[in-house]
């Protein structure tokens, strides 16, 4: 078997793999003499069916799977023997494959496109500049985060009269054309229902002003409007609901209003734990600003990142085979129509000429993301998904049995192994350039974002 390269240019190569007959003779001829013990041949014993009725069915078969498997694994092997950087895969040529007679040939030739990864230089010094926009914390921020917090750790409190927002508790009893308790009545204790999700305005006015033990007496069904909201508040089946049509007693129990919770050291505690040091608004306040400015950060650090992998490909532009990779884009996406790929196919070079430009400074400055720094990133995704729920001091075995599930799913774990390469990738492009620091208003980030 013979295998070369022939360069067409920096980026374009040809490949020939010549397969020759004595490369897959002899395999060929051993499985033919397999296939004549195995077969089944009709008016012949197992075994026993002539050679050459063996080879006149099988043999090209047999040659063909043996050319293709031989064909694979010797082009996949002088690849990384050749350690040829390609993008893509090898592609059958357009322009060089001659045909192929499987009828007569006995020696065949397969010509390969492939397209070549560029050599790259990605030089960076001082006299780089890239913009680091900071976004300043304002009061307003300060305080929509104190209520949002107040809010998540607030509770229902009894109160003596009901007003728009309450929710109230009571007893239900279904009642007869005459207003007595009907026969077989429909009953449900306990029922807790918000008095601003009643549609119909002049029942929903029946309850303002009402308080503990008073009784209101309505049809369920209109008060809703929704068959299936009030079944569920009945406790009775779809089918019941779907033919009630009757006036009903509620018999008020209890009054609740949503009240936000205070301010106070007790709240704080519950935040961030027994051993706080927060012990004032003042304090708060001052804690929660370093909070969003850390959480802000994050943002600035995304888009810097933006910025820097924008910067380095406009500065770096590696050169790539776009014609082959467009034919490989194309037929590697049969499912794809010409218009799709086309409009996609910038944004896809782009794409690649950052992965070349990461692997080059991977592998240049020996980055790499360790386990340990991919469970501690697994913890901190936790206790952001947390502190979402209102959960602002979750247990660090919490935290770490979250970070153990994140990290036993294959395709998590790659995230995030990729999160922290590029992130070191960004770290280490920080050392080098020189940064410009900026500060700017939420609103002016939000609208450079656009």
Same mark, same amino acid.
């Given at each position: 078997?013979k295998i070369?390269?022939e360069?067409?240019?920096?980026?374009n190569?040809?490949?020939?793999?010549l397969i020759?007959?004595?490369?897959?003779?002899?395999?060929?001829?051993?499985?033919?003499k397999?296939y004549?013990?195995k077969?089944?041949?009709?008016?012949f014993?197992p075994?026993?069916?002539?050679i050459?009725?063996?080879?006149?069915?099988f043999?090209?078969s047999?040659?063909?799977e043996?050319?293709n498997?031989?064909?694979?694994?010797?082009?996949?092997?002088?690849?990384?023997?050749?350690?040829?950087?390609i993008?893509?895969?090898?592609?059958?040529?357009?322009?060089?494959?001659?045909?192929i007679?499987?009828?007569?040939d006995?020696?065949?030739?397969f010509?390969?496109?492939?397209?070549l990864?560029?050599?790259?230089?990605?030089p960076?010094d001082?006299?780089?500049k890239?913009?680091?926009?900071?976004?300043?914390v304002?009061d307003?921020?300060?305080?929509?985060?104190i209520?949002?917090?107040?809010?998540?750790?607030?509770?229902?409190?009894e109160?003596?009269?009901?007003?728009?927002k309450?929710?109230v508790r009571?007893?239900?009893?279904?009642?007869?054309?005459?207003?007595?308790?009907a026969e077989n009545q429909?009953?449900a204790?306990?029922?807790?229902?918000?008095?601003?999700?009643?549609?119909?305005?002049?029942?929903?006015?029946?309850?303002l002003?009402?308080?503990?033990e008073?009784?209101?007496?309505f049809?369920?069904?209109d008060?809703?409007?929704?068959?299936?909201?009030?079944g569920?508040?009945?406790?009775?089946?779809?089918?019941?609901?779907?033919? *009630?049509n009757?006036m009903?007693?509620?018999?008020i @129990?209890?009054?609740?209003?949503?009240? !936000? %919770? /205070?301010?106070s +050291?007790e709240?704080y505690?519950?935040?961030?734990?027994?051993?706080?040091?927060?012990?004032?608004?003042?304090?708060?306040?001052?804690?929660?600003?370093?909070?969003?400015?850390?959480s802000?950060l994050?943002?600035?650090?995304?888009?810097?990142?933006y910025?820097?992998?924008?910067?380095?490909?406009?500065?770096?532009?590696?050169?790539?085979?776009?014609?082959f990779?467009?034919?490989?884009?194309?037929?590697?996406?049969?499912?794809?129509?010409p218009?799709?790929?086309?409009?996609?196919f910038?944004?896809f070079?782009?794409d *690649?000429?950052?992965?070349?430009?990461?692997?080059? @400074?991977?592998?240049?400055?020996?980055l !790499? %993301? /360790?386990?340990? +720094?991919?469970?501690?990133?697994?913890?901190?995704?936790?206790h952001?998904?947390?502190?979402?729920?209102?959960?602002?001091?979750?247990p660090?075995?919490?935290?770490?049995?979250?970070?153990?599930?994140?990290?036993?799913?294959?395709?998590e774990?790659e995230?995030?192994f990729n999160?922290i390469?590029?992130?070191k990738?960004?770290?280490?492009v920080?050392?080098?350039?020189?940064?410009?620091?900026?500060?700017?208003?939420?609103?002016?980030?939000?609208?450079?974002?656009k």
């Amino acid at each position: 078997m013979k295998i070369t390269k022939e360069n067409i240019d920096n980026l374009n190569a040809v490949v020939k793999v010549l397969i020759e007959k004595p490369d897959y003779e002899k395999t060929v001829q051993e499985t033919l003499k397999e296939y004549r013990q195995k077969a089944s041949i009709p008016g012949f014993r197992p075994g026993k069916a002539p050679i050459n009725l063996i080879k006149r069915r099988f043999e090209k078969s047999i040659m063909l799977e043996e050319i293709n498997k031989l064909l694979s694994q010797n082009l996949t092997a002088y690849m990384m023997d050749e350690k040829l950087q390609i993008l893509g895969e090898p592609m059958p040529s357009q322009e060089h494959q001659k045909p192929i007679d499987w009828e007569q040939d006995e020696s065949f030739e397969f010509v390969f496109d492939i397209g070549l990864s560029p050599q790259l230089e990605v030089p960076l010094d001082e006299n780089d500049k890239l913009n680091f926009f900071t976004i300043q914390v304002s009061d307003d921020m300060v305080d929509q985060q104190i209520d949002m917090i107040c809010s998540q750790m607030g509770e229902n409190k009894e109160t003596d009269a009901v007003n728009e927002k309450s929710l109230v508790r009571g007893n239900f009893i279904e009642l007869n054309e005459q207003g007595d308790e009907a026969e077989n009545q429909i009953k449900a204790d306990g029922v807790l229902l918000a008095v601003d999700l009643i549609k119909k305005e002049e029942i929903k006015k029946e309850f303002l002003g009402k308080k503990k033990e008073d009784v209101i007496v309505f049809n369920p069904v209109d008060a809703y409007q929704d068959r299936h909201e009030v079944g569920h508040l009945l406790k009775i089946s779809h089918e019941q609901a779907d033919e *009630l049509n009757s006036m009903f007693q509620f018999s008020i @129990l209890e009054i609740l209003d949503f009240v !936000k %919770a /205070e301010l106070s +050291e007790e709240l704080y505690k519950k935040i961030y734990g027994e051993e706080t040091d927060i012990k004032t608004e003042k304090d708060f306040r001052n804690k929660l600003k370093e909070e969003i400015a850390q959480s802000l950060l994050q943002s600035s650090e995304r888009r810097f990142a933006y910025d820097t992998r924008e910067a380095l490909v406009n500065k770096v532009n590696p050169e790539l085979p776009e014609n082959f990779l467009k034919r490989w884009v194309t037929q590697s996406n049969q499912n794809m129509t010409p218009e799709e790929i086309e409009k996609d196919f910038d944004g896809f070079l782009n794409d *690649l000429r950052w992965q070349l430009i990461k692997n080059y @400074l991977i592998k240049e400055n020996n980055l !790499k %993301a /360790e386990e340990e +720094e991919a469970f501690e990133l697994a913890k901190q995704i936790a206790h952001t998904q947390y502190s979402q729920y209102g959960i602002y001091n979750a247990p660090e075995d919490q935290l770490e049995s979250f970070a153990k599930m994140i990290m036993e799913k294959p395709e998590e774990k790659e995230r995030l192994f990729n999160k922290i390469l590029e992130d070191k990738i960004v770290d280490f492009v920080k050392g080098k350039v020189t940064l410009e620091n900026k500060e700017i208003t939420r609103e002016e980030f939000e609208e450079m974002a656009k």
